[in-house]
């Protein structure tokens, strides 16, 4: 079956850094995507890897190892509104995106 | 970017009756939406896949004739809840695809703000 896995819940503090790991297992792979989601909003796209590495976009950071099934997102100088879910979801080889079921990020000053 | 736009933002409905929600693309034309329902502090879950002018496609658990979904045009995508009973209360999100999924599945999908739903 197909599986992504993330922590549920991931405490950090104002300024600093945190990363938030997701592993996946998958019918085909077309790409890994990060999302953030407030409290009773829709998701918002934050990253997308396709190929091994880091891709930075600012203070966020996504990683990706195919090899490994393995990516994280790396968050720098954490702000109070950063706190959020974080979902990784991977498209499958149908194109179909299948999400993890996020990792609640509680940021505190 | 992107805009999907999601109505009612929030209903609020007495056991038994149906519900529609209503999904638009504001600014481009969508080929396919799908519609996913979240309960609290769980991830999105799919329930169907519609694409315009066809039958829509449902994830197994869906009930279909509970969930209607109808895709009439290249903008607009409609879930009715039908006979809504308290479990059915959830936030439903719809998303919207370009079509471009091939060459730039990172922009295939883009979120409406959701719909909460309660039925008392």
């Known amino acids: 079956g197909q599986n992504i896995d993330q922590p549920t819940e991931m405490t950090a503090t104002e300024g600093a850094i945190v990363q938030i790991n997701c592993t996946y297992q998958t019918s085909g792979f077309n790409g890994l995507f990060w999302y953030q989601q407030h409290a009773g909003e829709a998701p918002t796209f934050l990253s997308y890897?396709?190929l091994d590495g880091l891709e930075e976009k600012g203070r966020f950071s996504s990683f990706l190892s195919r090899s490994k099934g393995y990516s994280y997102l790396l968050l720098k100088e954490l702000q109070m509104k950063d706190s959020a879910s974080y979902l990784c979801?991977?498209?499958?080889?149908?194109?179909?995106?299948?999400w993890g079921a996020g990792t609640k990020l509680i940021i505190k000053p | 970017g992107a805009v999907v736009s999601q109505h009612p933002s929030w209903v609020i409905c007495k056991s038994g009756t149906s519900v529609k929600i209503e999904c638009r693309s504001l600014d481009f034309q969508a080929t396919t939406m799908f519609w996913y329902r979240q309960f609290p502090k769980q991830s999105l879950m799919l329930m169907a896949t519609?694409?315009?002018?066809?039958?829509?496609?449902?994830e197994q658990g869906v009930e279909k004739d509970k969930f209607l979904i109808n895709h009439a045009s290249l903008t607009l995508s409609t879930l009715t809840v039908t006979s809504a009973h308290p479990e059915d209360s959830s936030f439903y999100i719809c998303?919207?695809?370009?079509?471009?999924?091939?060459?730039?599945?990172?922009?295939?999908?883009?979120f409406g703000p959701g719909t909460r739903l309660l039925v008392l």
């Open positions: 998303s919207a695809k370009t079509g471009q999924q091939e060459t730039k599945p990172q922009e295939t999908q883009y």
């Open positions: 890897n396709v």
């Open positions: 519609s694409n315009e002018g066809s039958k829509a496609t449902y």
């Open positions: 979801a991977v498209m499958d080889s149908n194109y179909q995106l299948i």
